[in-house]
């Protein structure tokens, strides 16, 4: 079951690539003469790799999982594709899940002193789709779609996932070059690495992820979107309590109240108002 996910089929397609500037520009120009559902592509490095909201993404080559999926979604509504996001944030975090819970050491892997314990638990998936591990954050989502009429044409999902890097550059620097311009603050990453002690092997980590996603993927293309929203929802970063968030205006206290199937997220504060918010309107205060 694992291996087919990583083998060629009429269904799916694998390029391994040891650089680009991004996978997702990559696919953004890939026009093969036969479309499959499918198709995965990898990157041992990134010259131009991106994040949300205008970051880069930081990588050293051969040290994580990046890759990008090419997706053609059967009849999905544009007013729905968020549940795209949810399945890919879901299959990661299980993935993160498991490697915590039952590492697959690389070979000759060395280990790294003081690992970070952490369990299930931990790992949420901070809206719209970073996965956490506690307050650090281990993967990245950069989501691009085309559209066809009122239906999604093309879908690029775009993955970074900090698997055996040992350190990085704390993002001091760039939070004060943005300070002016945008109230969200880069923040502070992990590794699989720094919480299990050893390197894992990265391509059972990218299988765990595909098995999950393909999982979720057939539920997508047979139109049950309802137990991915929902898994989705338990999942949540913060999830319970009240938490200080940030808009436009300013900080304020609330507690996530849902998130809808367009993916906006319904916030009430301690008045009791109930305030909706679009990605990239309002974030989450340390």
Request: with cysteine; net charge negative; charged share 20%.
């Amino acid at each position: 079951m694992l291996m087919y996910c990583l083998d060629d089929s009429p269904h799916f397609r694998m390029i391994e690539l040891d650089e680009v500037d991004s996978t997702n520009s990559y696919l953004k120009g890939y026009r093969p003469l036969h479309t499959t559902d499918v198709t995965l592509v990898t990157a041992e490095h990134q010259t131009a790799g991106r994040g949300q909201t205008g970051n880069t993404w930081e990588s050293e080559r051969g040290r994580n999982l990046l890759f990008s999926l090419l997706l053609h979604p059967a009849q999905l509504n544009a007013s729905e594709m968020f549940v795209i996001s949810e399945a890919i944030a879901l299959s990661i975090r299980e993935a993160v899940i498991t490697a915590i819970a039952q590492p697959h050491p690389a070979r000759n892997a060395s280990p790294v002193p003081a690992p970070r314990n952490a369990s299930e638990q931990d790992v949420t998936v901070k809206w719209p789709n970073d996965i956490y591990v506690g307050d650090r954050k281990i993967a990245g989502i950069l989501i691009e779609n085309e559209l066809r009429g009122q239906h999604i044409g093309r879908c690029i999902v775009g993955c970074g996932v900090n698997v055996n890097q040992a350190t990085f550059a704390f993002p001091e620097a760039t939070a004060a070059a943005n300070a002016s311009a945008t109230f969200h603050r880069p923040p502070t990453p992990v590794s699989l690495l720094q919480l299990t002690g050893h390197e894992i092997e990265r391509r059972f980590v990218l299988e765990d992820i595909m098995e999950a996603f393909m999982h979720h993927y057939n539920r997508i293309q047979r139109g049950a979107y309802e137990a991915i929203h929902e898994a989705y929802k338990v999942a949540l970063y913060r999830r319970d309590g009240v938490h200080f968030f940030r808009d436009s205006i300013g900080t304020f206290e609330a507690s996530i109240e849902d998130v809808e199937p367009s993916g906006h997220l319904l916030l009430r504060d301690t008045g009791g108002t109930l305030r909706r918010y679009a990605f990239k309107e309002v974030a989450f205060q340390s």
